[in-house]
């Protein structure tokens, strides 16, 4: 289940991995072509990353000059194995030089590197001057799915990135230490959270289901 708001531009996730990165560009070339000024974001991982489909993207995303950012999330695991031993060339954004798309490293645990990040990419795309990558180096806390046992690696790993690379816990020590915000502020905005997360979980679990006929909505086949 993905979602989806095209009222807020936000276009969705998509089963297949990687196939979001060629329906971003192909946002990215309507916005062009209207000249609305807009820029598109479409994310990534590290396992998606070495789709076929993402290169095939890359040539086309230069040649005409879109401006959409790629954001390949680098959280260090695919399904069921890691980047080292699935990827020869550790740095994904350097992929990009080929098709001559600048691209950077930034620290995804760290919010305001990643704010500045995405702020020149945005305005490398405004500028007129094509593609940009940004490659997150962040970590995937959890397994791909309940049924991961993630044998790829430790308990003592994931222990010890929770606690010197936490981005949350970074970002509370900021707010914190700058005097922006008291413990008490962060309480309130935790517990605001959670009751929007229970909120949406409540409202998913007592909707009705969808009726049957819906399975055949925007399904076309020739026959
Ligand atoms: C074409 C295709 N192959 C395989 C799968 C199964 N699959 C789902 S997620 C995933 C791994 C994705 O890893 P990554 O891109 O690193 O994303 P992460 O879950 O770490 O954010 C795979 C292989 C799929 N959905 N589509
Ligand atoms: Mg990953």
């Known amino acids: 289940m993905h979602m989806f708001s095209q009222e807020k531009h936000f276009y969705g996730g998509h089963g297949i991995v990687a196939a979001q990165v060629p329906i971003g560009a192909g946002l990215a070339f309507a916005d062009k072509y209207l000249e609305n000024g807009r820029v598109t974001f479409t994310y990534f991982g590290d396992g998606a990353a070495n789709q076929g489909q993402v290169y095939e993207t890359y040539n086309m995303a ?47 645990m760290d919010v305001l590197a990643v704010k500045a990040a995405g702020e020149k990419a945005v305005a490398h795309c405004r500028a007129g001057k094509g593609p940009y990558i940004l490659e997150i180096k962040t970590y995937r806390y959890r397994g791909h799915s309940m049924s991961d046992p993630a044998k790829y690696r430790t308990r003592e790993e994931v222990q ?44 998913a679990k007592t909707s009705p289901e969808p009726d049957l006929s819906e399975l055949w909505t925007d399904i076309y086949a020739d026959a």
């Open 160 to 203: 010890k990135v929770r606690e010197e690379r936490d981005a949350i816990e970074h970002v509370r020590e900021l707010l914190l230490q700058g005097k922006h915000a008291s413990e008490d502020d962060l309480k309130a905005i935790d517990k605001e959270i959670k009751e929007v997360v229970n909120e949406a979980a409540e409202f």
């Open 62 to 108: 230069e040649l005409w000059d879109l401006p959409v950012i790629f954001v390949i999330e680098n959280n260090q695991y695919a399904m069921g194995t890691s980047t080292k031993r699935s990827t020869k060339s550790p740095s994904y954004w350097e992929r990009g030089a080929a098709y001559g798309i600048p691209g950077e490293e930034v620290d995804g």
